[in-house]
């Protein structure tokens, strides 16, 4: 079980004082919805190391990874901007989350292939990056998050650029990953839609303070 328990961080510039406090059980998707600027995308970054909060923890089957450096922590981020290298095959961005080389030797082949299977891309390879459509390049994402094999998985909104088709499409296979591989995965987003299609748990964040909403 992945706990967030009283981390608590505020911006000097700023009057509200944010405080998190939830839990994510293993295969579960946890939602935390408010507007923009309401401190969603500070508890990823306190999550992920890039801010340091001033109290709490962040507890992973007991253990805190707030203390750890970025690279050692449990974490995987998917981010709304793909963060794909655009000049490079499919198979070379999904190796870089296998260790930091561009080269796909035999093991990685295999590892890629069975990973592209799974997203719908079978046969994608050798396509540059530059040559796919939204919805393709957020497969590759989602792809080289899997194949980092973190029990964390972290959403940043990343399907907020793609149709609603598509969009329903990468949200489901995230259910589908989050179940088989079996991850903590937290989203946050202003759409309730997104909530709505594949949370578990709920929660509002406003004014600092996480509420966690009743199912309807």
Not at 109 to 121: H, P, Q
């Amino acid at each position: 079980m992945l706990e967030v328990k009283d981390v608590i961080f505020y911006y000097k510039e700023e009057e509200i004082r944010y405080n998190y406090n939830f839990s994510v059980k293993e295969s579960q998707i946890v939602s935390i919805m408010g507007k923009s600027g309401s401190g969603k995308s500070t508890l990823l970054d306190i999550l992920s190391g890039f801010l340091e909060p001033y109290s709490g923890k962040a507890l992973l089957d007991g253990v805190n990874f707030l203390d750890k450096p970025i690279e050692d922590r449990p974490i995987t981020i998917l981010f709304q901007q793909y963060n794909l290298f655009e000049y490079l095959s499919v198979e070379q961005n999904i190796a870089v989350g296998i260790d930091d080389s561009f080269k796909v030797d035999k093991k990685k082949n295999r590892l890629i292939a069975d990973i592209l299977e799974r997203v719908g891309l079978k046969g994608f390879e050798k396509r540059k990056a530059d040559k796919l459509s939204g919805g393709e390049k957020q497969r590759v994402a989602i792809a080289r998050s899997i194949i980092r094999n973190k029990p964390v998985l972290l959403l940043d909104e990343p399907f907020g650029a793609l149709d609603k088709e598509t969009k329903k499409e990468m949200l489901q296979l995230v259910k589908k990953i989050t179940i088989e591989k079996k991850l903590h995965t937290i989203m946050v987003t202003h759409d309730e839609y997104d909530s709505q299609l594949i949370a578990d748990v709920k929660y509002l964040l406003k004014d600092g303070i996480l509420t966690k909403q009743e199912n309807i």
